[in-house]
């Protein structure tokens, strides 16, 4: 099983990033995906989750209106796209799925990857 994300960088506050999740080694139609992330400090927070067939999503508080989840069950990828970056955004990005799940609680994640560092400047 893997789970490989991809998209991080460097960017100023107000820009965009997208980030990636390619996975292999499980069925992924049959999997809800998430993003969380871990600040430096800070305990690991989730992002955003996506349901099996993309049908339904949540997102934290503090990204809601300014990230986007989608899923290509054909590519057996999860994007994340950031817009509207904030220095707060920084943080270690990781992927992770649950099988047969509509929703992503950080303890009931089967498979985790790692992670993408996001560094938003301001």
């Known amino acids: 099983v893997q789970l490989q994300a991809s998209g991080g960088g460097l960017v100023q506050a107000g820009g965009s990033l997208r980030l990636s999740c390619e996975t292999s080694?499980?069925?992924?139609?049959?999997?809800?995906i998430a993003w969380f992330r871990q600040a430096p400090g800070k305990e690991r927070e989730g992002v955003s989750c996506i349901s099996i067939g993309g049908s339904t999503t949540s997102y934290a508080d503090a990204v809601k209106g300014r990230f986007t989840i989608s899923r290509d069950n054909a590519k057996n990828t999860v994007y994340l796209q950031m817009n509207s970056l904030k220095p707060e955004d920084t943080a270690v990005y990781f992927c992770?799925?649950?099988?047969?799940?509509?929703?992503?609680?950080?303890?009931?994640?089967?498979?985790w990857g790692k992670g993408t560092l996001v560094t938003v400047s301001s």
């Open positions: 992770a799925a649950r099988g047969y799940g509509t929703t992503c609680p950080e303890a009931g994640m089967d498979y």
């Open positions: 080694g499980f069925t992924f139609d049959r999997y809800a």
